[in-house]
DNA sequence: ATAAAGTATCACGTAACGTGAGAGTCAACA
DNA sequence: TGTTGACTCTCACGTTACGTGATACTTTAT
């Protein structure tokens, strides 16, 4: 089950330095490690290295993977998806080549003509249609200003993050079937809106309730709160909403 | 006709910077510069650029590319012929990468099983099939020796040495008919015999004996030696035969 | 128990440009 | 003719994604 890194090195065809510097610019940190020092890379890491080359055999820099997979918003499967479409446009551009080069054959044997564009076909670096997709998908300004917090703390402070969003998730999830006005809802809620304020920027009420609606307009937001319970998007929408209305007069 | 840098970079798609670069380092030095030191791409320097970007294509190194492009047994069709062998492996690869997305999609799905290897098959980086091939064309170290002695000479020194070369070449062209043993002939290796050991290591009788033999042998040499005229290199072997044996006694 | 193989952490090196900074050049328009 | 804006040049330092030892500790195999 557990792996070492060389272990993993020879399966997947990089080398343990590689593993290293993504461990060492926490990319890819492995679940566990002996008291030794030695790293244990599990299921589940291999899970997500196996994500990290999909993205970069589409040609993204490794922070904005990083962003992107660290990203609350981030859906596996909606990637794969994604990645699957990204990946037939390579192929596409690798046809074009191709043919370029079948082209250039023929021209040097002078039995066609080539204009200087036509010898260049297929080598679009710089645009890849879908890049601009994935930003909307994942990196949007938002998103990547709670990142950067997040990256820029430790690893312990990142982990009482991620719990203290989940219990108050849970504990709004538990509450989804009743009153969004309920006292019960409004203090979640409360908790919610300070935990917000002490983490990332300040949010006023009309802010607060704007990411609410967002949490339902933008399904990225929706996919991810609805995991902790169906319809929890919409209950913390109108629960968010309640409470800036009510804290305004 | 004649391009500048902006006008290159905009039609290929790549950065100025990248123009400047390759001058720098000496892989692509434009043909002609204004006297203001504009530099001034021709349409020659434009099928070298695309020679240059399908090699990239494949993951070539610059320096890499600099040698083989460089090296005196280079032959653009044969590149060409051969680069769009390597470039249809890529796109088998990216064949495998794409089945390896759709076997992860339907795994998530809990449609199938799938075991830590399959999860990462077409993520061969390593391993190019074809760069070995290209290394023995054009790669192996006499040649490289060459190569590294000719790269580290000035521009001039470079035109200098090509001159003096293509003139003893088209020397014995000129006599091929006739018989490797002439005065004449002899004459002319003994000059070629001069240059090698003047120019490059150090030739006993022996080796350039051996050299000769390459030159019938090794079919890059006899591509580019017949250039001069059709079985140059076969006269050219017989007659440095000759003159090693005949200076031996 | 001892060698061989694996692993860890520095720390410096490399490749292929990106990114200004500062200064000269050129085409076009007022 | 002068000026402006788009190009161009050459430093020169920065960046990304590792490669490559060096040195020391740990684990596995015989």
Redesign the interface.
């Known amino acids: 089950m557990a792996m070492t890194v060389k272990e993993v090195a020879d ?4 080398s343990v330095r590689t593993l290293h510097y993504y461990d060492e610019i926490g990319l890819l940190t492995p679940d566990e490690t002996t008291k030794s020092g030695y790293r244990l890379y599990s ?1 589940d890491n ?2 997500m290295l ?1 994500q990290i ?2 993205f970069k ?1 589409l040609g993204f820099p490794l922070k904005k993977i990083k962003e992107i997979i660290n990203s609350p918003s981030f859906d ?2 909606e990637a ?2 994604l ?2 479409k990204m ?2 446009e ?2 596409r551009r ?2 074009k ?2 043919a370029t ?2 082209k ?2 023929q021209h ?1 044997k002078g039995e066609i003509q080539m204009t ?2 036509e ?2 076909e297929g ?5 890849n249609p879908y890049e601009q997709e994935a930003r909307e998908r994942w990196g949007d300004e938002a998103v990547d200003k709670a990142n950067a917090k997040i990256g820029s703390m430790s690893k312990d402070e990142q982990e009482a993050m991620a719990k203290a969003m989940n219990s108050i998730y849970q504990k709004l999830a538990a509450l989804r079937n009743g009153s969004p006005e309920s006292e019960e809802a409004q203090a979640a809620i409360k908790e919610w809106y300070d935990f917000l304020n002490n983490n990332f920027g300040n949010y006023s009420l009309e802010a607060f309730k704007g990411l609410g609606q967002m949490y339902v307009d933008d399904e990225r937001f929706t996919k991810n709160i609805d995991q902790f319970g169906e319809g929890l998007a919409k209950f913390m929408r109108d629960a968010m909403a309640v409470f800036a209305d009510k804290n305004k007069k």
Chains 1, 2 share one sequence.
Request: no cysteine.
């Open positions: 399966l997947v065809g990089i299921d291999l899970e196996q080359l999909f055999e596996r499967h794969l998806v990645q699957r990946l037939l390579k192929r690798l046809d080549v191709i080069i079948d250039t054959i040097m200087n564009k010898k260049f080598f679009d670096f710089s645009h």
